[in-house]
């Protein structure tokens, strides 16, 4: 079922939640993230997506429609949450029927992988095997820290005026990128064009402007304005359509995931990072920031905490980048 409404959902809502999402990106924060663990195992992790995800979509691209758009897309969700699936899909001008056939496969996959991270933490504690071949953890102190440490899942406060600057911040910055994107890029390429712009820009405020470091509910009003879209896509699918294409795209979604894991174990263990940042770096890519700082909060790993969401956040700031590059990668090689 196609309506006016979905399309101007669409139009607006995708990259106005990209523009306010990104505002969370707190650029004083980034140091924290600067350690050598932390560094190899977040750039191992989303390397490893974007090198998976590149074979495996030139191996699928000629079995599924928009193949190449979907193996941006899957770069995209494993660096940085089904936000970002969304908005390199609407930066790539995706067919509704192929957003949520690779959404569908996404949580079809995603999820068990996810279900396994939670537990992974209790399973590497409980099991001397896995911990003598990797030999490499943080001590107890050093989880626990002082206790100055921020809390999960703590109340919110933010105001109309605060809601009222983020939108007129969002707005405006999509309108900024959008002019100047018809105004540079051609046809095949403006759509991504403006999706990398947003993200430039956005970026760009939280480091010249201290007034929008302030505002808070940044990431919880964008993530709101991103399930807006999101609602819509279901009723603008045709089923027949959808199951015909799922299968081979929860195949390329299987081997994707599966394999960029394997390959973020394998270059992590040999440079010897510690098992607590490799696992919150992956699930920081693969799900999302909040998500990592959920799994170090329920370990009781109380110095990670913040250190998950950093990482899910910078992870998403890269992503657009990364899914855009290897999408257009990937289309020049099969030639569509």
């Not at 920031?289 to 109380?302: D, E, V």
Request: proline share 2%.
């Amino acid at each position: 079922m196609s309506s006016p409404t979905y399309d101007a959902l669409s139009s607006y809502c995708v990259p106005l939640s990209i523009s306010i999402c990104l505002l969370s990106l707190d650029l004083r924060q980034m140091k924290k993230l600067l350690n050598r663990n932390s560094i190899i195992a977040l750039a191992s992790a989303a390397v490893s997506v974007c090198l998976m995800a590149f074979v495996f979509g030139i191996l699928f691209a000629s079995k599924i429609d928009e193949g190449w758009k979907i193996a941006g897309m899957f770069v995209g969700t494993y660096t940085g949450g089904s936000s970002n699936l969304t908005a390199i899909a609407v930066g790539l001008d995706a067919a509704k029927g192929t957003i949520a056939a690779a959404n569908a496969a996404d949580y079809v996959i995603g999820i068990p992988s996810l279900i396994l991270m939670f537990a992974a933490p209790a399973i590497y504690k409980n099991s001397k095997l896995l911990r003598k071949l990797w030999p490499y953890e943080m001590t107890e102190a050093e989880l626990q820290g002082d206790g100055d440490h921020e809390e999960l899942m703590a109340s919110k406060e933010w105001s109309i005026q605060e809601i009222a600057w983020l939108l007129a911040i969002g707005f405006g910055t999509v309108w900024a990128a959008t002019t100047i994107a018809g105004m540079v890029f051609g046809p095949g390429f403006r759509s991504a064009g403006r999706i990398i712009l947003i993200t430039t820009f956005s970026i760009y405020h939280l480091h010249r402007f201290r007034h929008v470091r302030k505002l808070r509910g940044n990431f919880d009003l964008g993530l709101f304005v991103a399930l807006l879209f999101l609602t819509t896509i279901g009723f603008a699918v045709d089923l027949k359509q959808f199951f015909g294409s799922t299968f081979y795209i929860t195949l390329f979604c299987f081997c994707v995931i599966v394999s960029c894991i394997v390959l973020h174990l394998l270059v992590t263990r040999l440079l010897k990072v510690k098992f607590e940042y490799v696992l919150l770096s992956a699930v920081a890519c693969i799900s999302d920031g909040p998500t990592a700082a959920l799994i170090a909060s329920s370990a009781q790993w109380k110095t990670m905490i913040t250190t998950g969401l950093l990482m899910g956040v910078l992870a998403g700031a890269m992503g657009n980048y990364l899914g855009i590059a290897v999408a257009y990668a990937i289309r020049g090689i099969i030639g569509v």
